[in-house]
């Protein structure tokens, strides 16, 4: 069981949209020394060929290889006494899945995540090596997330969405503040988008 760090749990103040500043910094308090501040590196290949200066940050050097670790810690240690004894549930194929089952186990939350049944395998025995119990439901990540919901419902449990809730975004920004701290001179970041999350919270 990890300690709780100071402006986490119950009584703490969680973000709600439209994310601020303010709740990336919370955030990064929150997490830190459980992530990786990763190293944010120039990278000669991508600056010749883009003719600028390009420096890359190793999200993939996180325990789970992700960004996603991020946000989901700052979810789970926002939750109160209450939603922790109830436990969570998040829909993945993968990065998140992974995210949530590790950082739920190390903080003592039961975790169920909810796999779309053509989810690789190593996926799905990472994910339950973590500590989480899998259900493999669903031909996509549509009847998945329907499953998901219907066991937060059902259960009681909160649904840790992977992308689309103010402190996974605002957990997730915290890849910027490290950026901007190792690398000021930075102009623009290009940020990956699939549900959006990270770019939102950077």
Known sequence: ???????????APVPALPVTYDDVLAAAGRIAGA????PTTHSRTLSQVLGCTVAVKFENLQFVASFKERGALNKLLLLTDAERAKGVVA???GNHAQAVAYHASRLGIDATI?????????????THELGATVVLRGTGLGEAEAEADRLAADEGRT????????????????????MLADRPG???????VGGGGLLAGM
């Open 91 to 93: 829909m993945s194929a």
């Open 35 to 38: 992530v990786e501040h990763t």
């Open 1 to 11: 069981m990890t300690a709780l760090r100071p402006g986490s749990g119950p009584g």
């Open 159 to 178: 649904y840790v969405h992977p992308f689309d809730d103010a402190a996974v975004i605002a957990g997730q920004g915290t890849c910027a503040l490290e």
């Open 114 to 126: 909810v796999m779309p049944t053509d989810t690789p395998f190593n996926k799905v025995q990472r």
């Open 186 to 192: 930075i102009d623009i970041l290009v940020v990956p």
